[in-house]
């Protein structure tokens, strides 16, 4: 990787991390190139304002996070059911290593409401994200695995935020939580409740 690559992906890094725990508006220019040490010069060389790179890395949570969930739980052999369960897996494994990728975008939601930019580039990722989780409800509940009282939009909308909610109680509390029988309990719980009578 070439030097002004490795600097480009410091720079996201750098600032995923500090919009994750600071918020978008509490994080400035000026922290970034502290923490990734470099100067603003360097940083506009290859941003040209924290909004592009907060766009960068939305971009990041969709071709790293989303598109890869939705690659591997498509390419999976299995029925609906197993799909679901490919998902919480891969998700899971996903967290532990990306975790600030997986909350930032629940995270600055409430505080950049206003920012069109970055209200349209998150509902493109999330509409993404949930017509794939729809259609996979859509296919369970045909073949009689999904109990057919659940509105699939409802159901993946549920799904997502239940995923959300889990991720965050991690974060919050991942000193005393064992991952693997937290993963193992939410499978359970939601996907007990989902299966057809």
């Known amino acids: 990787m070439k030097q002004g690559e490795q600097t480009k992906n410091k720079i996201i890094r750098a600032a995923l991390e500090l919009f994750v725990r600071q918020g978008y508006h509490g994080t400035s220019i000026y922290h970034i190139t502290q923490k990734v040490g470099i100067t603003k010069a360097a940083l506009y060389a290859h941003f040209e304002s924290k909004n592009e790179l907060l766009l960068r890395i939305i971009d990041e949570y969709e071709y790293r996070y989303i598109d890869r969930l939705i690659r591997v739980v498509s390419e999976y052999d299995g029925d609906p059911i197993g799909k679901l ?113």
């Open 85 to 197: 369960h490919r998902a919480i897996s891969f998700s899971a494994e996903f967290a532990v290593k990306n975790l600030d990728l997986c909350l930032f975008l629940d995270y600055l939601t409430a505080e950049l409401n206003a920012n069109v930019g970055f209200l349209a580039a998150r509902k493109k990722v999330h509409d993404k994200y949930l017509q794939f989780l729809r259609e996979i409800f859509i296919k369970g509940i045909r073949q009689g695995l999904i109990n057919k009282e659940y509105d699939p939009d409802v159901t993946a909308l549920t799904f997502m935020a239940i995923h959300q909610g889990v991720l965050c109680q991690w974060n919050l509390n991942r000193d005393r939580l064992d991952g693997k029988k937290y993963v193992r309990n939410y499978r359970r719980l939601f996907m007990n409740g989902l299966r057809a009578p």
